[in-house]
């Protein structure tokens, strides 16, 4: 993360450059989160009581790698735009803070076995998300639109962390 924020400072970085960056640190972020994902999918998570309308594992990884890879695509939109690094910089940092909630959810969730703390901690993901969303349309509307999917995700999965707290406490 901090490599992102020094890179943003350089103005001779390619912007074929910027976007390879900006793909692969939310990837990357992805795998991280992978980690604590698959020691608790293949674990604790299958003992809990799930709803009826939870999704089969399958489907997340997919999910969240187009989510990581449309972050991407928006962070890159930022940080290419023609706007001052004063104005950007603030907001590709914010983007990086909801980038390492993101990351902590999973580590609460599927590591820690938290599932009340990882509800309350989605709904902070979430507010900062919204932000990140504002934020970016400031700069580019496009960037802001490729963050909806993201937020429509997260607040589903923000309604199947609350079932899961509720059927298992």
């Known amino acids: 993360m901090v490599l992102l924020i020094c890179c943003v400072q350089n103005k001779r970085m ?3 450059a910027k976007l390879l ?13 992978g980690l604590f994902t698959a020691s608790g999918v293949n674990g604790w998570y299958r003992t809990i009581q799930k709803p009826s309308w939870n999704p089969p594992n399958a489907v997340f990884a997919p999910v969240w ?17 023609k706007a001052s690094e ?5 907001v590709i940092t914010f983007w990086v ?3 390492v909630l ?21 709904i902070v993901l ?13 700069i580019r509307k496009a960037a802001a639109w490729l963050l909806v999917p993201y937020i429509s995700w997260v607040s589903f999965a923000s ?9 298992n406490k």
């Open 86 to 90: 004063e104005t950007k910089r603030p």
């Open 21 to 33: 960056l900006s793909i692969v640190i939310p990837l990357a972020v992805g795998i991280l989160s």
């Open 126 to 138: 979430w507010f900062a998300i919204l932000i990140t969303i504002f934020l970016f349309a400031r």
């Open 102 to 122: 993101n990351a902590l959810w999973s580590f609460l969730f599927f590591s820690q076995h938290a599932i009340g703390l990882a509800l309350v901690e989605i």
């Open 14 to 16: 390619k912007p074929w």
């Open 97 to 99: 803070g909801q980038l």
């Open 65 to 81: 790698t187009t989510l990581y890879i449309l972050m991407g695509i928006a962070l890159y939109l930022v940080w290419n735009d």
């Open 159 to 167: 309604l199947l962390n609350f079932a899961l707290w509720q059927l």
